[in-house]
């Protein structure tokens, strides 16, 4: 029999305000302590003065995924990239595939970490971890086409021209 | 939301959280009959920062305390506390000190009051030791004016040390209307990235610089002011003060100077002053969670906040009880007396020290109320109970045999006056020809300058590089290389340490391992991370 009920995809990601970030982690704790210490947010680090963090883009072709010899990878109908851990075997493949370095490299438990968005809090309706401990307002859930539309940022970096990082 | 609605306890945001207590029959772990799950409050948009979300790693620590101890043996916790009963109800009063934790109830403040007329002593004070500077402060300003104010003046690096309110200050500051941040720090710091104007000053005179600014906006020329002495453009000053008197009626001063600056108090007054002058909102961040309202009750109860200290690093005393706080810890100086009581919840540098040891809850386990940053008292929303632990409050009213201080609560919380001088030195700064400060995070800079960030709370341990950082000028006059140890030294300690050759570092300054035991011990009060600046000597190790 035909599964008439299709699962909903998933289009918002979490989405970083560089003018709002100040790197404080709180983040990537949270995500920790909601995925049991997985390290599942990596650290960007940009021009060696920046730190912010590195999100999961859940890609519409991932990288990740083809990587993996175990088929550890998988981009699920709501189009959330999941690792499963039980595949796993630490191998760092998609980490060295992933172009936005969103995989950490080090392995817990020998196996690797990976964003899942959180899934299970989006099916209680809640928000991802990260974005709700956010102190700044720099990490938000929403479709990425609906802030490029809202133009928001472009207004934020006239607001201050002199704003810089040191 | 499941569970009960609490308040974080590491700093004066008080963020709310929920927590929820799993059963054993549901979740087993053994070694707790429950375990904790926190949850985010929905209702609040400041979210919880990376010390705040620990409030789960603490409470579930797997060297969570749950047993009494007395001289270092195992034995039940109405023993422990009987005992110390009996050993202080055989001492005098006056040899007798009491230091109280800021993040505890005020009702745990009034049991403490009780407690210490019951023992007829007057020796009960605060820690951290920084926020008896501050704790006498009246904040004038609430969170939503500073969201939607016009210009936020900040002094000390409050995104650092208060995470928390940075959403507030984004907010006005990414304000349609094109409203202003101006920070005022004597390092460039995490707050001072996102501010225009950033005023940093040398070590030593921000206080000067703030009677300057001060001086100003009363009328004062501004071809007066040193501007080169401070290393400050005209363009910058300027526009501070210009930003500041537009913002009359609709901006703040906020200071967050613990742990930053050594004439806390000092720093604290001039911001105070600086928002009656301006016509601006006036807050201070202090940095434990519930300080300003155990002041306020220790103050109004006529107690000898400040004898104390002396009498405990003088070696005054016979028995010194420190409830959810580590004297040890927080003084390099200490002189532990005979009878030395502590309570707390995880180990801490004491813990083998103590003569007795009580398990006790954290502030987020509690129920009782807090005096809000905000002025208003705050009710947390219920109990959690560890197997085995009671709450300090419990524990004082045992001992005292008393259930609290007669008194209204309510009344001396609101009804408090701010006192018209420092309960501590009023300027506890010295300037000397090398000045030393904590290390930090420095982010070097292709121009030659450095941005020093001070690292959030090691809840693992201390810092893994341990060396002084050391400017190539000193390096050379001492006839040092990098590795070879010096000798640091002021009155407060003398530590030995090896070096770290800096060609980037200005040449009158040190910057000490943070969280380092040793350094430590140089610093006025030893818990100091520490950004607090202190005069030092530094000669080479034979």
């Not at chain 1, 072709?61 to 998988?74: F, H, R």
């Not at chain 2, 501050?134 to 003046?153: H, L, P, Q, R, Y």
Request: aromatic share 6%.
């Amino acid at each position: 029999m035909e599964n008439t009920q299709e699962k909903k995809v998933e289009k918002r990601r979490v989405i970083i305000d560089l003018d709002r970030c100040i790197g404080c982690s709180s983040c990537r704790v949270a995500c920790s302590r909601t995925h049991q210490e997985d390290h599942n947010l990596t650290q960007a680090v940009a021009l060696d003065s920046a730190r912010f963090p590195g999100h999961c883009r859940h890609c519409e072709q991932p990288a990740c995924v083809e990587a993996c010899p175990k088929d550890a990878m998988v981009k699920g109908e709501d189009g959330i990239v999941r690792r499963l851990a039980f595949r796993c075997i630490g191998c760092k493949s998609c980490a060295i595939a992933c172009p936005f370095g969103a995989i950490d490299l080090n392995v817990i438990r020998n196996v690797v970490s990976k964003c899942d968005l959180c899934y299970q809090r989006l099916d209680k309706g809640l928000e991802p971890a990260c974005v709700t401990a956010c102190v700044s307002g720099a990490l938000s859930f929403e479709d990425p086409e609906d802030v490029v539309d809202a133009n928001l940022w472009g207004a934020r970096a006239k607001a201050k021209p002199g704003l810089r990082r040191w | 939301m499941p569970g009960i609605k609490t308040r974080c306890m590491f700093c004066p945001m008080q963020d709310a959280f929920y927590v929820e207590e799993l059963k054993r029959t549901e979740n087993p772990v053994f070694g707790r009959e429950s375990i904790l799950n926190v949850e985010f409050d929905p209702d609040s948009d400041r979210g919880l920062c990376a010390r705040g979300n620990f409030c789960q790693e603490l409470s579930l620590h797997a060297k969570r305390q749950y047993r009494a101890r007395l001289n270092g043996e195992y034995v039940s916790l109405g023993k422990t506390i009987n005992d110390l009963k009996d050993s202080l109800g055989n001492l005098s009063g006056e040899r007798i000190a009491i230091l109280l934790d800021g993040s505890i109830t005020l009702e745990e403040g009034m049991n403490a009051i009780a407690l210490a007329k019951e023992l007829n002593t007057n020796l009960v004070s605060l820690a951290p030791a920084e926020d008896l500077a501050v704790g006498g402060f009246i904040n004038t300003t609430t969170f939503d004016k500073i969201k939607d104010a016009e210009t936020n003046f900040v002094i000390g690096d409050i995104f650092t040390t208060h995470p928390t309110c940075t959403k507030l200050f984004h907010d006005s500051r990414l304000a349609a209307r094109n409203n202003t941040m101006i920070t005022l720090d004597t390092v460039k710091s995490r707050t001072g990235w996102f501010a225009h104007p950033e005023l940093v000053s040398p070590l030593g005179k921000t206080a000067d610089l703030l009677r300057d600014i001060i001086g100003v906006i009363g009328g004062k020329d501004i071809s007066e002011v040193p501007l080169q002495e401070y290393g400050i453009s005209g363009d910058d000053f300027g526009w501070a003060i210009s930003a500041l008197k537009n913002a009359a009626g609709d901006g703040n001063v906020v200071v967050g100077p613990a742990w930053h600056f050594a004439d806390t108090y000092e720093i604290t007054q001039l911001a105070k002053e600086l928002a009656e002058v301006a016509n601006l909102g006036f807050m201070v961040l202090p940095i434990s969670t519930n300080s300003r309202g155990i002041y306020r009750l220790l103050s109004s109860a006529g107690l000898d906040i400040t004898g104390a200290y002396k009498a405990i690093t003088e070696g005054k005393l016979d028995a010194l009880i420190g409830f959810d706080c580590d004297p040890v810890t927080s003084l390099g100086n200490i002189q532990i007396p005979e009878i030395f009581a502590l309570t707390g919840q995880v180990p801490v540098d004491g813990l083998d020290k103590a003569t007795h040891f009580i398990p006790t809850t954290f502030l987020f386990e509690k129920k009782g109320t807090i005096l809000g940053t905000e002025e208003d008292l705050i009710k947390l929303g219920g109990e959690i109970k560890g197997p085995g632990v009671k709450s300090t409050g419990e524990i004082m009213t045992i001992i005292s045999g008393k259930k609290s201080f007669d008194g209204n609560m309510k009344e001396i919380i609101e009804n408090f006056v701010e006192p018209e001088s420092s309960p501590v030195a009023k300027n506890a700064l010295e300037t000397g020809e090398i000045m030393a400060m904590g290390n930090g995070n420095v982010i070097h800079h292709s121009d030659g300058r450095y941005t020093r960030i001070m690292p959030f709370v090691n809840l693992r341990g201390v810092d893994e590089v341990f060396e002084v950082i050391l400017p190539k000028g000193i390096a050379e006059k001492l006839s040092v290389e990098n590795g070879d140890k010096i000798k640091i030294s002021n009155k407060n300690a003398e530590v030995v340490l090896p070096v770290k050759i800096a060609d980037w570092l200005d040449g009158y300054q040190i910057l000490l391992p943070m969280h380092q035991p040793l350094a430590r011990r140089l610093f006025h009060w030893g818990n100091s991370p520490s950004a607090t600046p202190i005069a030092v000597k530094v000669e080479k190790d034979k």
